[in-house]
C-alpha cells in the first residue's frame, strides 16, 4: 500500500522559510509525478507546485512563483516543498499528492489524483 507522508510543517514568521518533505513508502513512485496543494481554513484545497517524474519541470500556482521551489530525490523517495518569503495568506495545511499525469496535476485540479498524504500544517504570523 502506498503512502505519503508529509513533514516538516510550523510555525513561521512572515518573512521566514520553510522546506516541507514528503515521504512515500509502500512501492516505487519514482515513475509518478509529483506535487503539492494546500487547503486554508474556510477555503477550498489549492494547488501550489508540481514536478515531472525525472525532477526536470516544475510547474507553480502564480501565488507562490519566485518564492516556492519544489524538487525530489528519486533516490531517497522524497519530494521536497522550500518555501521562502513566507506570507501570512500561506497559512494552510500542505499535502503532498501523486499522479501519473505531470499535466494533470499542473492543471490544478485537486479531484482525482493518484495517491494523497494527510498533510502537514503550515502557520504564518504576521
Known amino acids: 500500500q502506498v503512502q505519503l507522508v508529509e513533514s516538516g510543517g510550523g510555525l513561521v514568521q512572515a518573512g521566514g522559510s520553510l522546506r516541507l518533505s514528503c515521504a512515500t513508502s509502500?512501492?516505487?513512485?519514482?515513475?509518478?509525478?509529483m506535487g503539492w496543494f494546500r487547503q486554508a481554513p474556510g477555503k477550498e484545497r489549492e494547488f501550489v507546485a508540481a514536478?515531472?517524474?525525472?525532477?526536470?519541470?516544475?510547474c507553480y500556482a502564480d501565488s507562490v512563483k519566485g518564492r516556492f521551489t519544489i524538487s525530489r530525490d528519486n533516490a531517497k523517495n522524497t519530494v521536497y516543498l522550500q518555501m521562502n518569503s513566507l506570507k501570512p495568506e500561506d497559512t494552510a495545511v500542505y499535502y503532498c499528492a501523486a499522479d501519473r499525469s505531470f499535466t494533470f496535476i499542473c492543471r490544478g485540479a485537486s479531484g482525482g489524483m493518484d495517491y494523497w498524504g494527510k498533510g502537514t500544517l503550515v502557520t504564518v504570523s504576521s
Open positions: 514536478i515531472t517524474w525525472s525532477g526536470a519541470t516544475p
Open positions: 509502500g512501492r516505487s513512485l519514482s515513475s509518478y509525478a
